[in-house]
Every structure is written in structure tokens, then in C-alpha cells.
């Protein structure tokens, strides 16, 4: 199909694969000007991409170990030595949208739904200064494993013999991460070997797909990757996803296994508001309750869409809300794809 659309027999090409966009589109068509290169905004929200912990493990009970696992994920190392830097850090489960809590205090609305439950949303979450952690890209992330370090300590575990052992019952810090597909097996063996300098082992395990879902709906896994999309009107499935009796029934999107009063309130008034601006402070408010339960490690999206096209192909000076829409673009028939003639 790549091929297809450099020579000119396909006019449009939407492309998702951050290799490839940085160093693929380098032949003649394009560098002659009769192919461009387009990044189009788009403000729906990217969705939760992330490595997933199942707090019913009792490896992953311990907050303070989660927050630690999420220290040790060095993102900005990852994004520019296995995607060229093109990716954004994920930072909200409705990141890229206006539903997203991300740099946003909490407006009286939200102080109101959390009133009840005070302790569920940490004070940075709460006022809009909250960000992951930030490495400088060397991929040493010295800060983020003596941070990491601290926090594993004050949950029990110490360094023994180059190993993470829990101090009470001389368990290693060990855990399994499935995968099934090559391109996760690559980031999750970058992350296991950042884990190995601080002495906890984390094995991957390549399952075939039929496994790998009924390992997923019967949440028989340690750690998993998933993706979550999210639209501009999150409604009944955040329950499916999020809410407390989800956590104990098979199949549902509950991967994490979360069990919070507060999230559940916060899904029930998404679902009761009446107005625009309930609605959109009620998805803050879960955001932030969420973010603040350390459920998983946050990874990346796309900030724009990634979109080539021959010079015939025309479009909207405006791109629409939800991103360009191919139904309103057009060809202009004085183009010559193939030759590149001026319009």
C-alpha cells in the first residue's frame, strides 16, 4: 500500500507509524513538492494507552509500588530512541480533548462531587499541577530510580545481592507482563531492563491471541497492555470500565481491577448531568480520582493526525473537531498525480 502511494496509483495516505513518518517519506514525489506532508490537529480524545496493573495480585496492592513502577518508566527515553520523538506523554484518561483534568484546577463543581471523599484525589491532581515523572532522555533516569528506590523501601522491599527482596518474607520483586504482538514485546523488554537496574526481574510472555484474551477476561495477569478509546460523550461503559462491581465479574474492561467509592460517584453523575458544563466537571472529577489511584503507567498517543497526500487531493482550510473528514475533501482535476503538473 506505501508503495502504491508514492508511485501515485493511491491519492491519500493516513499513517500511524511514527518510523515511518520520520523517515519513510523520503522519495522523489515528495521532495519534488507533488506529495505533502500534513499534520492535522484533532481535539477527540486520544484515549488510555498504558501497562495496566492488576491490583487483585498482591504484588500490586501497594500504591507505593505502583508509583514506583511508574517512576521507572522512562518515557522520553523510550519515545526518542524507539519512536523519533514523535509521540506525547498520555497525562489524562481524556488526554487531547477538553474532558481532560490535565493542567486544569478543579472548579467548584468538582470540589462539590469530591466534597465526600477527601482523600481521593491527590492535592497536585486536584489543582492542576500534576505531571509523570520527566527523565532527560539519556536513558540513565538517575532521578527516577532513587525516587523509585524510596518509595519501594518505605513498602518493604530493600536491595539484597543485586535483587528487590521484600524485608519480611525475602520475596523478590517479581511480576509477569503478557504480550502478543511483536511491537509490544519491544517496549516492554526496553522497560523490563530499566527494571533490572533496580533489581526487579520482569518477564515477558508472548501468548497467542486466544490465550491472551481469556487470560484477559479472567484477569489472570500480572501486567498487560490496553488501550482505551474515549469519545466526546463517555457514558454508561466508564462503569464497565471503571466501576466497582466490574472489579469482581469476568470480561468486563475493569482490567486494573478498580474498587473506588469515589469513582463511582463521580460515573454516576457524569451520567445524571443535565448540562454541559455538569457533564464536562463530572469527567474531570473521575480524571482526577483515577490519576490519583496509580492504576497503571500512562503511555503515549499521537498529538496530531499524521496525513500525505499527492497535490490533486485538495481539502477544507478547516479541519473539523473529530480531525479531517476524507468525505469533504476532493480532486482537483487539473492536477496530474502522476506528473506533478501545476494546478
Avoid: C
Wanted: cysteine-free; overall charge negative; glycine content about 6%.
Amino acid at each position: 500500500m506505501f508503495e502504491a502511494f508514492k508511485s501515485g496509483l493511491i491519492g491519500l495516505r493516513k499513517e500511524d507509524d511514527p518510523t515511518r513518518w520520520a523517515e519513510g517519506y523520503r522519495f522523489p514525489a515528495l521532495e519534488a513538492g507533488r506529495v505533502v506532508k500534513e499534520e492535522l490537529p484533532i481535539e477527540t480524545p486520544a484515549g488510555m494507552s498504558a501497562l495496566v496493573f492488576n491490583t487483585r495480585k498482591p504484588i500490586f496492592a501497594d500504591q507505593r509500588v505502583r508509583q514506583a513502577l511508574i517512576k521507572l518508566f522512562d518515557f522520553e527515553w523510550v519515545n526518542r530512541t524507539l519512536f523519533h520523538s514523535q509521540y506525547a506523554r498520555t497525562e489524562s484518561y481524556f488526554d487531547r480533548s477538553e474532558l481532560s483534568s490535565f493542567h486544569r484546577r478543579a472548579d467548584f463543581r468538582e470540589l462539590e462531587l469530591l466534597r465526600p471523599f477527601p482523600d481521593a484525589v491527590r492535592p497536585e491532581i486536584m489543582d492542576g499541577s500534576f505531571a509523570l515523572p520527566e527523565s532527560d532522555g539519556t536513558g540513565e533516569n538517575r532521578v527516577g530510580r532513587e525516587d523509585a528506590l524510596h518509595l519501594l523501601e518505605q513498602a518493604g522491599y530493600r536491595l539484597k545481592d543485586g535483587r528487590l527482596v521484600n524485608q519480611t518474607t525475602g520475596e523478590p520483586l517479581t511480576f509477569e507482563i503478557l504480550a502478543v504482538t511483536r511491537g509490544q514485546e519491544r517496549l516492554l523488554l526496553t522497560y523490563a531492563r530499566a527494571l533490572k537496574q533496580l533489581g526487579i526481574e520482569a518477564r515477558i510472555r508472548q501468548v497467542d491471541s486466544a490465550q491472551y484474551q481469556q487470560r484477559k477476561q479472567t484477569y489472570d495477569f500480572d501486567m498487560i497492555q490496553y488501550f482505551w478509546p474515549v469519545s466526546l460523550s463517555p457514558g454508561n461503559e466508564q462503569s464497565f470500565r471503571w466501576g466497582s462491581d466490574a472489579a469482581d465479574i469476568d470480561g468486563t474492561l475493569n482490567y486494573p481491577g478498580v474498587k473506588s467509592k469515589a469513582a463511582d460517584a463521580m460515573i454516576a453523575a457524569l451520567l445524571a448531568a443535565k448540562t454541559r458544563d455538569d457533564f464536562v466537571s463530572a469527567v474531570h472529577a473521575l480524571d482526577r480520582v483515577l490519576l490519583s489511584g496509580d492504576y497503571m503507567i500512562p503511555l503515549f498517543y499521537l498529538p496530531k493526525q499524521w496525513v500525505a497526500h499527492w497535490r490533486n487531493i485538495e481539502r477544507p482550510e478547516q479541519t473539523p473537531l473529530y480531525g479531517y473528514q476524507i468525505e469533504s475533501w476532493w480532486s482537483a482535476p487539473e492536477h496530474d498525480t502522476k506528473s506533478g503538473a501545476a494546478p
